[in-house]
């Protein structure tokens, strides 16, 4: 069949709009719209038939009129976007099914190859015209902003991506989870136990950096990714825990560092202090949830006992340097598989008395359990303090004082561990 065959047989299913038919021919050629080309196609059949041309009489029997709205739908998503900060954008299309099969059934009855899905079509239509009254731009791979025509409803859904900011931080008080946990009792519904906030704890250092720099962009909420996590009760000194917030549907994309730093340490002080360091990519929360990196402590123990300098000397002298085997902890053992890990205590020195304590710090390989090299939990950690000086003994005091940045040292770690059995 030559194309002016497949014209015909096209247009003996009803009349359709030039948009439409140039769209059966869309991969024929380039350089053309398909509206320009459906035009082309209708005229080239008058001059070669010497009939009068007949414009399409506008009720198209496969979009329904779609491609005669474009610049509505064009101002639609303008509007649509009109409240926001950004550069790059994608248009995406959900064409109803039904109006998709009206073009495929075509396709398949006269073993068309050439033509152009609608959806295609209309993506890059409105894309055009959005660019074109907007002076954004249209990013295949990255776009800041993914608009989503709804045909069936006549509506636009925008979706917003994510911002990622790395950064450390302190945690300076005790008693702070690193994310928010929802109320035990209730799942997070709210019950008079959580003072109807659905919050075990009243807040987290998610919600202390997340909340300023999510108010600042306009955001929907903000989610902390990081390099492992302290205890509730660890205090997080030193030079801080390195990580990743994704900054979730932010309405306001410019980063200004030292003024979302000011916003953080001004509403969090004397609780949780960072300091942020660069914008991030999505790219790099994966490698810094799964990088593990050493950590150095500083615990306070307590032992059932006296001791003398000289017996805690030697204590330390046997764990330093020293592959512990360690079964999982009876304290985690609910929720983490049973089994013995091989952990080495890379320096253990002891920096003094504090009251009834002993003060130690302690650089371990990532995933050692501190509490337990301490305890010996019962004799599921080898050696241990408590084994070596021959008395019960306990970590009743920790601080972490450092974590490696995973994204800027060498990463020591023997083997890519889960984050999640980070451990203290
Ligand atoms: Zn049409
Ligand atoms: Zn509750």
């Not at 009109?82 to 994608?90: D, I, K």
Request: with cysteine.
């Amino acid at each position: 069949m030559t194309v002016l065959e497949d014209v015909d047989a096209i247009l003996s299913y009803g009349d359709c709009c030039d948009a439409c038919l140039g769209r059966f021919f869309g991969k024929r050629s380039h350089g053309l719209t398909n509206e320009e080309r459906g035009r082309a196609l209708r005229i080239a059949r008058v001059i070669e038939r010497h009939e009068p041309y007949v414009p399409p009489a506008g009720d198209c029997c496969i979009c329904g009129g779609l491609f005669d709205s474009l610049d509505e739908w064009a101002d639609r998503v303008v509007t649509a976007l009109e409240e926001l900060e950004y550069v790059t954008f994608l248009v995406g299309t959900r064409v109803p099914p039904l109006l998709a099969e009206n073009e495929e059934m075509i396709w398949s009855d006269l073993s068309l190859s050439h033509a152009e899905p609608m959806k295609s079509e209309m993506n890059r239509e409105i894309g055009k015209r959005v660019s074109a009254k907007t002076g954004r731009v249209v990013d295949f791979k990255q776009p800041e902003i993914v608009v989503v025509l709804d045909i069936a409803n006549r509506a636009v859904d925008v979706q917003r991506s994510p911002l990622f900011i790395f950064g450390r931080y302190r945690k300076l008080e005790r008693g702070i989870p690193q994310t928010h946990w929802d109320c035990r009792a209730c799942r997070g519904a709210g019950c008079e136990r959580c003072n109807f906030t659905g919050k075990q704890y009243p807040d987290s250092v998610e919600e202390l950096i997340g909340l300023p720099i999510s108010t600042t962009l306009r955001a929907d909420g903000a989610v902390l990714h990081g390099s492992g996590r302290e205890d509730i009760d660890a205090r997080m000194i030193g030079t801080g825990r390195p990580f990743i917030l994704e900054v979730v549907g932010p309405r306001k994309r410019t980063i200004d560092i030292p003024a979302l730093e000011r916003a953080v340490n001004e509403s969090a002080a004397g609780r949780v202090e960072v300091n942020l360091v660069r914008p991030a990519a999505r790219s790099e929360v994966e490698t810094l949830k799964s990088s593990r990196s050493h950590k150095k402590y500083r615990i306070l123990v307590e032992v059932d006992g006296v001791l003398s300098d000289d017996a805690i000397e030697s204590a330390l002298s046997a764990l330093r340097g020293v592959t512990i085997q360690q079964r999982t902890p009876a304290r985690v053992a609910h929720r983490r598989a049973d089994k013995v890990r091989d952990r080495t205590v890379l320096d253990i020195q002891y920096l003094g008395r504090e009251g009834a304590g002993v003060l130690v710090e302690v650089l371990g390989e990532a995933g050692l359990y501190i509490k337990e090299l301490i305890s010996g939990d019962g004799g599921r950690t080898r050696p241990s303090f408590a084994q070596e000086v021959g008395m019960p003994a306990r970590v009743t005091r920790l601080d972490v004082v450092l974590v490696q940045d995973p994204t800027e040292e060498e990463n020591h770690g023997t083997s890519q561990r889960s984050a999640e059995e980070d451990a203290v």
